[in-house]
């Protein structure tokens, strides 16, 4: 019966328990002792037990007897307990195994109930005290188990006062079991102490946790039994009472040979048998053995799901640096070449600086530009160029030292940079490597591939101690290498700098001079030699500068064609010779014939030459009315965009003319494959044809190897009569120069012509 009733936390807390403690007992259980039914044991040491002898009339009651019943209670832990479908254990029944073992008495266990009787059971394995009420049993006098009670308290909520005696627990609720032996005495003689009745040891922990009651008394080795399997923290031991529980076994009245023998029996093992007890008392140690085994599992489990969820992290975290890594690297290197970029070279560069600030060592920057790359790129495409750039990237880190920076600039621009440089002799050393580690040709798709480069070369700080200066500086040597015939280096000088302010501001301009409209075409007469009538001219570029006066298309075709200003110009000279055409055609007639000068530079931006043929359609000429002069280099090894656009050019009935033949490749051959109309002999070589033979014999040859394939031939910068009278005689069938007249502007060129036509 429960004074106090338990809530459902409390029943639900008692399961838990239960299931933890059967758990635990399954853990720290020995093998178990007793049968199914059969109390049966084996004596591992006989000499700890007295050697009390049985009777004979005793032997003979055993031999008799065939099977000794015990009545066992189930829930008294630890003295004897049955868990579910498990034996019943406890220390009793170590007890009843080891008097089993001693007499050699098999022992079958019956379930005990309050009004056992005779003809169920011969022995009740463990009572309480002296509070048996079954009259069919007596209580053998010497019991196997005698603890002291003992005071326990919460000590979360006692904090401060301690209870070490009963007299300490006056006047405050104390819980009990009922019916016990303890009862009486307390009641006896403390009479102020409340008691509390409780059923089983659960029930008191409960009202020990709630704060219900102020302390417990309770059997020392059952209670302290209970705190640590169940590992009640919060209970705490204060003190120790003058009474003791007793706990003996019950005989059958009738039965006074097995009293005798079970007394013994007892006698034997010993009160309170030390290694008996020892298997029952969880000392703290063992306990949390077990429970460091539990949880060293948990522990192991919790580790591995950490493990886990580290590894996991750590593959995210992996994941964010790779991507970090990889932004890191699109901002920093060249995708193509793998080299640093623009802006990681600006880093490297600083690096160095605030190095040789230190060291005192100088750096040197090396502007590295391809010479004909742009021609590889048009002419076999953009992967070949791309693979040759890739190349490149590869060989030019191969002549540099390790610590050094090699970067892609843009395009076919590479920059090094050599930081603590011993002395500018390693410079060159380099740069001399570079030039001919490219100059060796490049096996791409199979095919090889010849180019060479031009390198600037700037030192700091003796250039400049700015980093941008410093590079531009070198971009003005690469330059310079460039104009003194490419595949070679230039260190920078003042000099370059001079000329290359002078390039800037001359480019910047020739942008406002053609919003001023500062450009004129002048106009020079092509005479036909053999009847000397003037049916064409070419037109050539002046710049009419306010402050300098007229520029020579020399000094600043070069430097358009550089910055790219080159096709606003070709356009310029386009529309306004196609105009002048008209007004040349109404005063000179309708097959009057221009030449038109077109850069090189001009076919990388076809669109702008097409745009001709329309053009022209608006302002109704025909296109045999216009002769383009190119250089034989646009024609070496075209690339399909160049071929494309002089084939849509001569449709329309336009003429093609070659300029400055002789000075470059001089192949005839190739120009009847484009349907070349004129070659123009430069007039280096007409020049020479009075003191020089082996000129002559050149013109001739080229006059008479042009006419074979059908091509007429033009000799321009003729100055004398001589010239002239010469180049009759080999069949030159035009002429252009001095001698006939100087280019003008055009009002003074129609007015000559028509002067000379009615001349004539
Ligand atoms: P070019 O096409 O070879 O033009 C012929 C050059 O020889 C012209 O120089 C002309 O004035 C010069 N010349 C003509 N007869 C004689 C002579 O008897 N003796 C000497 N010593 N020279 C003579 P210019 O006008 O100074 O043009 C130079 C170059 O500039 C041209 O050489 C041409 O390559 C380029 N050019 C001129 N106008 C244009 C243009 O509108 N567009 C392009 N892209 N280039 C142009
Ligand atoms: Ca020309
Ligand atoms: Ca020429």
Not at 86 to 103: A, M, N, P, T, V
Not at 114 to 127: C, P, R, T
Not at 470 to 479: I, K
Not at 565 to 583: A, H, P, Y
């Amino acid at each position: 019966m429960r004074i106090f009733e338990s809530n459902t936390s409390l029943g639900q807390k008692q399961l838990i328990l239960q299931i933890l403690t059967i758990f635990f007992l399954f853990l720290i259980s020995k093998p178990t002792l007793a049968a199914d039914e059969i109390i049966k044991s084996e004596i591992k040491n006989d000499s700890q037990f007295l050697n009390l002898q049985l009777t004979p009339t005793e032997k003979t009651w055993l031999k008799k007897k065939h099977t000794i019943r015990v009545a066992v209670k189930s829930g008294w832990m630890p003295i004897e307990f049955k868990l579910e479908s498990d034996k019943h254990r406890g220390l009793s029944i170590d007890y009843l195994s080891q008097i089993g073992s001693l007499f050699q008495i098999d022992f079958s266990v019956v379930d005990y109930t309050e009004n056992i009787d005779k003809e169920q059971a011969d022995i009740i394995s463990a009572v309480n005290g002296s509070g048996l009420k079954n009259p069919n049993y007596h209580i053998l006098n010497k019991p196997f188990l005698s603890f002291p009670f003992a005071i326990y308290i919460n000590k979360d909520i006692h904090k401060y006062r301690r209870f070490n005696t009963l007299d300490d627990l006056d006047g405050l609720r104390v819980a009990v079991f009922k019916n016990g032996v303890l009862t009486q005495k307390i009641r006896e003689n403390y009479p102020n102490i409340k008691l509390v009745f409780v059923d089983i040891a659960d029930e008191a922990f409960d009202d020990l946790k709630s704060g219900i009651i102020d302390a417990y008394v309770g059997n020392e080795m059952i209670v302290d039994y209970h705190i640590t399997a169940h590992r009640l923290k919060f209970v705490e031991k204060t003190g120790l009472t003058p009474f003791a529980s007793m706990i003996s076994m019950a005989v059958s009245n009738d039965e006074p040979e097995l009293a005798s023998i079970m007394q013994k029996g007892i006698l034997a093992i010993g009160k309170n048998n030390k290694d008996l007890l020892d298997n029952w008392r969880i000392s703290d140690s063992k306990y949390d053995r077990i429970l460091s085994a539990i949880f060293g599992g948990i522990f192991i489990i919790f580790l591995f799901i950490l493990l886990r969820f580290y590894r996991l992290k750590q593959n995210i975290k992996k994941q964010n640096a790779e991507t970090q890594q990889q932004i890191w690297n699109q901002a920093n290197f060249d995708h193509l070449t793998n080299l640093p970029n623009r802006h990681l070279l600006q880093n490297r560069l600083e690096q160095a600086k605030e190095r040789a600030d230190r060291s005192q060592l100088p750096i040197g920057v090396l502007f590295i530009d391809l010479d004909n790359f742009k021609k590889v790129n048009d002419q076999s495409g953009h992967s070949v160029g791309d693979k040759l750039l890739i190349e490149v990237a590869k060989r030019i880190s191969v002549c540099i030292r390790s610590g050094d920076t090699t970067a892609r600039f843009g395009g076919d621009e590479f920059i090094v940079v050599m930081s603590d440089l011993k002395e500018i002799f390693s410079l060159e050393n380099s740069c001399q490597k570079i030039l001919s580690e490219i100059e060796k040709p490049f096996s791409i798709n199979g095919d090889l591939f010849y180019i060479s480069a031009s390198i600037g070369v700037t030192i700091y700080p003796d250039d400049s101690h700015n980093l941008e200066e410093l590079l531009s500086y070198a971009d003005q040597a690469m330059y310079e290498a460039k104009k003194l015939g490419r595949n070679r280096f230039q260190f920078f000088t003042d000099s370059i700098q001079v000329a290359s302010h002078k390039r800037l501001s001359i480019t910047n301009d020739m942008r406002k001079a053609l919003k001023e409209q500062q450009f004129v075409l002048y106009y020079q007469p092509i005479i036909c030699l053999k009847n000397s009538k003037i049916l064409k001219a070419e037109a050539l570029i002046r710049w009419m500068h306010p402050i300098k006066g007229i520029i020579s298309p020399l000094d600043f075709i070069p430097l358009a064609e550089e910055s790219g200003l080159i096709n606003e110009l070709g356009k310029w000279v386009f529309n306004q010779s196609l105009k002048d055409l008209l007004l040349i055609r109404e005063n000179l007639g309708s097959d009057f014939q221009l030449s038109i000068n077109v850069s090189p530079h001009q076919f990388n931006n076809p669109e702008d030459l097409l745009m001709w043929v329309e053009k022209m359609k608006e302002v109704g000429v025909s296109g045999n009315c216009i002769t383009v002069e190119i250089t034989e280099g646009v024609l070496l090894d075209p690339s399909n965009q160049v071929i494309n656009t002089i084939s849509a050019l001569r449709e329309t009935g336009m003429e093609f003319s070659i300029d400055d033949f002789g000075t470059g490749y001089s192949a005839l051959a190739y120009l009847k494959r484009f349907d070349i109309d004129y070659v123009k002999i430069d007039k280096s070589f007409i020049q020479n044809l009075e003191t020089n033979n082996y000129d002559a014999v050149l013109c001739e040859s080229i006059i008479n190897m042009a006419h074979k394939l059908g091509i007429k031939v033009i000799a321009e910068g003729i100055e004398t009569d001589i010239q002239r009278s010469l180049l009759i005689d080999f069949s030159c069938d035009y002429g252009q120069g001095y001698l006939f007249a100087r280019p003008q502007p055009l009002v003074e060129f129609l007015n000559m012509q028509i002067l000379n036509s009615t001349e004539d």
